[in-house]
Every structure is written in C-alpha cells, then in structure tokens.
C-alpha cells in the first residue's frame, strides 16, 4: 500500500470526527426520514427525501475521501452505470463498450440506450487500444474485466480518449480505490458496484459515481433527483459501516488471493489460470504498473460444467454465489450468466476466511474431482 493510500485508510474511519460535540454518537447515526422541517426558505437544508439525506451525505464523504474526487451515490452500482448514460448521453452519440465485460452493461446500451438512439460498439478489453476512439462520445471501460480478469493500459486509453475528443468511463468495482485509481491515471469518471467489497458483507444493494469535473457530478446528481434512482438511507448507512473495514479486509482477500492463485497454478485439474499478481499472466506487467494491489478475484477452467459445479459445491468454505467481495468465498460457472466463456469456466472471490484453511478446503475438493 502506498502512503497516500494508509493517509487514506487511516482518516476514513474519522471524517466526522470535528463536526462532532460533546455526547454525540460516535458511529453514524441512521436518519430514517421522507420529509425534514423546512419553514420559510430552506435552501442549503434537508427538505425532501428524494433530494438529500444526512446518511447518504456521510456515505458520499466516506467515497468521496477514498476517490479524491466528489461522489454520488446510487441503489447499486447498475443505478450509477444508468446514471452516467442518461444524463450525459444524447440521440447520435456513440459509445464504446468491453466486450468481455459485465454483460449487464452490454444489455442497457443494446436494449435500452439503442432506442433513444445511441449507438454502441464493444471491443475487448485485452486490445482495447487497437482501433483509436475517433467518433465516440463516451468511451467505458472494465479493468481488470470481469470475469475473464484482462487489463487494458488506463492511462493509454484515457490519453487516447480525450485526443479523439470523447471522456472515459472506468467501472472499478473489482479493484476499489485501495487496489487502483482511475481518476489518477485520467478517467473522467469512475462507476463501481458497492455491493461487493466496499460493503462488505454482502447485506446491501450500492453503487456510486465519482469524478473531478464538476459539470459532470451536477448532472449525474440532477438526473439522480429527478429520475428518482436515489439510495435508501439504511443501505447508505450499511455501506457507511462497512467502509469502514474496507482497507483491512482488501488487504486480506487480496493476500490470501496471491497465495491461492499460485496453488491452484500447480494443481492438475485446473487450467487456463488468470490472476493479474501472476508473474506468468499476460495482464501481470500492465497489472504492476497501474494496480496498487492485484485483486481478489481469479478465474480458471475445469473442463466441463459437471466438474465446475461438482467444485463449488462440493467445496465447505465455498458459497456458490454470483457477486463477489464479500467476506465469505464465493465461486461461480459463468456461463450461466450469460458470459462468453466455456462450460467448466469458475470466477472464484477470495473471501476472509485464513488462507490456510481456505485453500486445504479447495484443495480438497480439486483432489476429489481429479485432474
């Protein structure tokens, strides 16, 4: 971890630590509220619940301190993709998609955008470069991809982007801002999913948008306020709380990661390994140069889709479970998502468990299915 990043982890947990006097609660307290007092002019105060909302104002601090830039946040990190599309995008822009990326990115800008008449192309994310980025209003990327784990060079992409005159969009939800900073490398947006490891404990439906330019930040919270997609305040203080341990536990997923993903290179039942901490993995250079850490997610093959599910279900410290970045280790056969990949391919999320103990139980399980 860099020293900005322990400044970072070490001041998240005490933002509110000068506003607070004498007898006041430490922790955040939960305001449950549709309506505020409001007599005679109000401006500057809470008055509605769809416009403000004390708890969704620490949360938006709490990001807002981790991303160096301000933040909006949204009921999940689909509702703050959403967000940046229909308030910045118009019929006759273009947009540029991974291809290999979430595919409910892929279904909102096909199904959903194409009817207002934006125009959507998608390329892979490992060859994201080739091709330039002249003609594109907004240009969004996924790295490390999920599932598949390809990087492409962000601060390439982003230099690329704005030469061609369009803005970049980084969906950073399997890094988080302790593992890698998109703004710092020249995206003008950064979307995530805080459903996963920014809360935590997989209890809560998030997302949130941040950027340094300000136009941008007022008109994703303008189209928030009056389109209605607005988070509810306990789900703001859920995430409130689990930010809170986000340092600790990323740093625990991601080491028990980089043990686990170097077992699982030796074991004979697995193949077609990727993990950006491998020195061996195509993405590991690029990995270094833009990633503060390498993650907690690793996928890899094996062999059939009897074999992947007989793993994950057969594995007793394995939920099988879509998302990830919870405390408990989670895998999943991505196909049946609707993925582009093999029968037998398995995204795995380290979880918290002790390493030691977490791999003997995938060791096992490998051992039983055979290689």
Not at 39 to 44: E, K, L, N, Q, Y
Not at 330 to 334: D, G, K
């Given at each position: ?16 630590r ?7 609660p430490?922790p ?6 549709a ?17 403000s ?13 981790l ?27 273009r ?6 990326g ?15 008449g934006v ?10 470069l080739d091709?330039g980025?002249?003609?594109y209003?907004l240009?969004?990327v ?10 492409c060079?962000i ?16 969906d ?30 997989s ?17 994703v919270?303008?189209?928030r ?17 689990g ?6 536990r990323?740093d ?8 686990i993903a170097?077992?699982l290179?030796?074991h ?13 993995d195509?993405?590991?250079n ?5 990633m ?5 997610l ?9 074999r ?19 405390v408990?280790t ?5 196909l ?31 051992d039983?299915?055979?290689?």
């Open positions: 971890m860099t020293n900005a990043s322990s400044s970072r982890a070490a001041k998240l947990a005490h933002l509110r000068a506003r607070l006097s004498v007898g006041d430490i955040l307290p939960l305001t449950m509220a309506i505020f007092h409001a007599p005679g002019d109000a401006t500057g105060f809470n008055q509605y619940g769809r416009f909302n004390p708890t969704w104002d620490a949360v938006e601090e709490m990001l807002g301190h991303e160096d830039a301000p933040c909006v946040a949204f009921p999940s990190g689909m509702g703050a993709i959403s967000a940046v599309f229909f308030a910045l995008l118009k019929s006759g822009d947009i540029l998609l991974p291809s290999d979430y595919h409910t990115t892929r279904i909102l800008a096909d199904r959903f955008l194409g009817a207002f125009a959507c192309d998608v390329r892979p994310t490992s060859s994201f091709g980025f002249d003609g209003r240009v969004f996924e790295s490390p991809s999920n599932p598949a784990l390809d990087i060079d601060a390439a992409v982003a230099a690329a982007v704005h030469k061609a005159g369009g803005q970049l969009v980084v950073n939800t399997t890094m988080t801002p302790f593992g890698q900073r998109p703004l710092d490398l020249g995206a003008d947006i950064v979307v995530a999913a805080d459903t996963k490891a920014p809360n935590g404990h209890d809560v439906l998030f997302g949130h948008v941040a950027s340094r330019n300000a136009e941008i930040v007022t008109a919270a303008e189209w306020q009056n389109a209605g997609g607005i988070p509810g305040p306990f789900e703001a203080w859920l995430v409130h709380r930010l809170e341990t986000l340092e600790l990323f625990r997923m991601c080491s028990s990661a980089e043990v170097q077992r290179k030796q004979s039942a697995v193949s077609g390994l990727r993990y950006p901490g491998l020195a061996d195509p993405s590991h690029l990995a270094r140069a833009q503060e850490r390498f993650g907690f690793i996928s890899f093959d094996l062999g059939s889709e009897e992947a599910e007989d793993f994950i279900n057969g594995c007793e410290l394995i939920h099988a479970a879509t998302s990830f970045g919870g408990h989670v895998a999943e056969r991505r049946r998502r609707g993925d582009a990949v093999t029968p037998g391919f398995v995204r795995l999320s380290v979880g918290c468990e002790p390493v030691e103990e977490l791999w003997a139980a995938i060791e096992a399980s490998l039983r299915i055979g290689g």
